[in-house]
């Protein structure tokens, strides 16, 4: 893998940089990345908010409240609708990429699944990883 790391949105409106390495990559079964997977699950790309820097175009942003209390803000390309970043309030210094805005996603490995208890009875859950019922912690 090489840093920096880059990608986008679908359209090409959007383009953002990443000087970090990923801090983990992580399958989410949330019931809010299910919508903005459109199925499930998200593939989460944790990093330094702080190494995230956004090139061209502006996002929009969708805030809601997840089950804890804490509120998520997705940010997401206004022209086309392709999900790029979350920002969580509980970890503020925290930037969450959704893996198929990368460039090339290929390099990654999951290391974990979160929210198993809301996982689909048709989604694919890899035995071999770290399962978590909701999210670790």
């Known amino acids: ?41 998200a593939a989460v790309v944790i990093v330094p908010k702080a190494a995230i820097t956004l090139k061209q175009g502006t996002l929009k942003g969708f805030t809601s409240t997840a089950e804890s209390g804490n509120t998520v803000t997705r940010k997401f390309c206004p022209e086309c609708g392709t999900p790029v970043f979350s920002e969580p309030s509980a970890n503020p210094d925290l930037g969450i990429i959704k ?9 990654l490995k999951p290391g974990a699944i979160l929210w198993r208890s809301s996982a689909q009875p048709w989604a694919h859950i890899d035995s071999a990883l770290p399962t978590f019922e909701k999210n670790p912690g």
């Open 1 to 41: 893998m090489a840093v920096p790391f880059a990608g986008g949105c679908m359209c090409g409106a959007v383009r953002y940089e990443v000087n970090a390495e990923p801090l983990a990559f992580m399958l989410c079964h949330c019931r809010e990345c299910q919508y903005v997977s459109g199925g499930e699950p």
């Open 99 to 107: 893996a198929g805005s990368m460039d090339d996603a290929s390099w």
